[in-house]
């Protein structure tokens, strides 16, 4: 984006697409100020230029190389050994609005000079609190197989490849009352459990213990959403007898299968058992100075924060698989639809709900985040493109 051309935020209308703790606060989506296209005048085609694409916080040029150095610049480098006791990066871009966070004052300034030019608008609002929407234009039409259309022609083909999947996916927090001195050092677990697309009945879960998740956030002003680029650690913990090093114990699990009703065919209420004790492998804990890492996987209480009904529809080809889930989240989490793009350069089994694709093209591993380098760039190069192409839908929509 040009120094001197000049953005505002316009105000995010549709406040019901927002979690219901946002709702009752001003947001706004940065966007350039431009004139509408005369009648019969084609709008310029969005080209990306690697080597400006993309402004600094401070200001600065950076190119597509500057998302992947500031997710490894957040998450550090991992060890090697950690890498082999289980803990795998993954790197996905969500495809949102994001919002920046209004102030009623703010109002009046805009009301005299709202435009500002890309070095004020990071001064003035960098700092401010910042929401990811993943309502956007377009949404329902453009999950419908953008990798294998050159257009978005309505009615649309029929969809080609695609794989669905339905699961839950449960989140747990380390129990305060149970480990009143030490929860902080236990990370956040969650849990998928797909659901027999033909019993409807419960499949055994996948368990990942975080070891940590970072976000950056590219705003594209002259197209009509943004991206959120995520790099997140996770170790993968399994239902067994011996927990030694780490995992659910399986009369654990029995247990809370019994006081849970995760059953869709037989549940009305869906609920979960308050209560689940995990074995943490000792390298997932943060040290203490007080309070040394155990040699073994130690038993600790975890409480159950919340449950979401996922349907996922993927696609896949040339090591991305372009994902759309819709997503129940009860009372608190409300109903929404994400649409993201993964990247998948290595081989790995195809399960939407754990996160992964299926296999890949690459016999490298991207699990070290510094072996990604090219393919990296081409992943964000491709994520800009998707986004690009909803503006194409947009103007096809928009035209006599």
Request: with cysteine.
């Amino acid at each position: 984006m040009d120094n001197a051309k000049k953005g505002a935020l316009f105000p995010f209308s549709e406040g019901s697409a927002l979690p219901w703790t946002f709702r009752n606060q001003n947001w706004g989506r940065w966007k350039l100020v431009t004139k509408k296209p005369l009648q019969g005048i084609s709008r310029p085609k969005f080209a990306i230029d690697t080597f400006d694409i993309i402004r600094r916080v401070d200001g600065g040029r950076g190119s597509l190389e500057t998302v992947r150095e500031a997710l490894d610049q957040m998450g550090g480098n991992i060890p090697q050994d950690i890498r082999e006791r289980g803990l795998a990066t993954e790197y996905e871009a969500i495809i949102c609005h994001l919002l920046y966070s209004i102030n009623t004052d703010d109002y009046n300034i805009r009301a005299d000079h709202y435009e500002l030019d890309m070095p004020s608008f990071i001064q003035k609002f960098h700092d401010k609190p910042r929401i990811l929407c993943n309502a956007f234009p377009g949404i329902p039409v453009f999950a419908q197989d953008p990798i294998g259309r050159s257009n978005f022609e309505i009615p649309a083909p029929p969809l080609q490849g695609a794989s669905s999947k339905e699961y839950f996916q449960l989140r747990f927090l380390p129990s305060p009352w149970s480990n009143p001195t030490s929860f902080e050092r236990y990370p956040p677990v969650r849990m998928t459990v797909e659901i027999d697309s033909i019993a409807g009945t419960p499949h055994t879960p996948r368990i990942f213990a975080l070891g940590s998740e970072c976000n950056a956030d590219v705003l594209l002003p002259r197209l009509p959403c943004d991206l959120r680029f995520v790099r997140r650690d996770e170790c993968l913990l399994h239902v067994r007898d011996d927990t030694e090093h780490g995992g659910v114990d399986s009369r654990e699990w029995a247990r809370f299968m019994t006081e849970s009703h995760l059953n869709p065919s037989q549940n009305l209420k869906l609920r979960a058992s308050p209560k689940l004790q995990i074995h943490i492998p000792p390298w997932m804990v943060l040290p203490s100075a007080w309070a040394p890492t155990a040699p073994f996987a130690a038993p600790i209480d975890y409480t159950f924060t919340g449950m979401e009904y996922r349907r996922v529809v993927s696609l896949e080809e040339k090591g991305y698989v372009l994902s759309r889930t819709v997503v129940e989240g009860g009372v608190s989490g409300g109903r929404r639809t994400e649409v993201k793009l993964q990247y998948v350069p290595f081989s790995r089994s195809s399960d939407p709900a754990n996160g992964h694709g299926s296999e890949g093209a690459e016999a490298s591993s991207p699990s070290d985040p510094l072996s990604v380098g090219e393919g990296f760039v081409a992943f964000v190069n491709k994520a800009i493109s998707f986004v690009a192409s909803v503006d194409s839908f947009l103007g096809r929509k928009g035209s006599p």
